[in-house]
């Protein structure tokens, strides 16, 4: 059986960033688990601040670096977003008990893998890299089971040329 295809997305700008998680946040249902990888200044955040956007959120949306975990309640589906930077193990994630608001949320995990695949049988993993000397960056969207692919399709059917931003 082939592998089925992984979308990889040029995002010109960091707005184009955002723009991607505002549309991702229009097929995210309660139970989502996403998993943001990439170094440093990939722009893991601004695609949360979209997602965060994209659910209707209030407030601002920041990196929880030093908190670990954020949870934004009062859009159409709360947010737990999560900085697994620091973390250094898997018992450290437990100690968060991130599986108790799972159910109920969208759960935006940055730097989480290899250390929050356990909280969900599915799941979205996407993969954003900088390119060198500019603010041009390319997300590869990683469908882990469950109807995730199905969803991936419907996001790369509603991609108009000249929608958005966001081109393949």
């Known amino acids: 059986m082939a592998e089925p295809s992984v979308p990889v997305l040029?995002?010109?700008?960091?707005?184009?960033t955002r723009a991607l998680g505002e549309r991702l946040a229009a097929l995210l249902r309660p139970g989502d688990l996403l998993v943001l990888a990439g170094p440093l200044g990939a722009g893991k955040t601004a695609l949360a601040q979209g997602i965060g956007a994209g659910l209707e959120v209030p407030g601002r949306v920041v990196s929880p670096t030093f908190v670990i975990a954020r949870v934004h309640r009062g859009g159409r589906i709360p947010l737990v977003h999560v900085d697994a930077y620091r973390l250094q193990s898997l018992a450290e994630?437990?100690?968060l008990d991130l599986?108790?608001?799972l159910a109920d949320s969208v759960t935006v995990v940055e730097w989480g893998a290899g250390l929050v695949e356990q909280l969900a049988e599915t799941r979205l993993r996407i993969e954003i890299e900088r390119l060198p000397d500019s603010d041009h960056r390319q997300a590869r969207l990683v469908a882990e089971g469950g109807d995730w692919a199905d969803r991936l399709a419907a996001l790369d059917q509603a991609d108009q040329p000249g929608a958005d931003p966001v081109t393949h």
Request: hydrophobic share 30%; no cysteine.
């Open 10 to 16: 040029s995002l010109p700008t960091p707005q184009a």
């Open 99 to 101: 599986d108790v608001d």
């Open 93 to 95: 994630v437990d100690d």
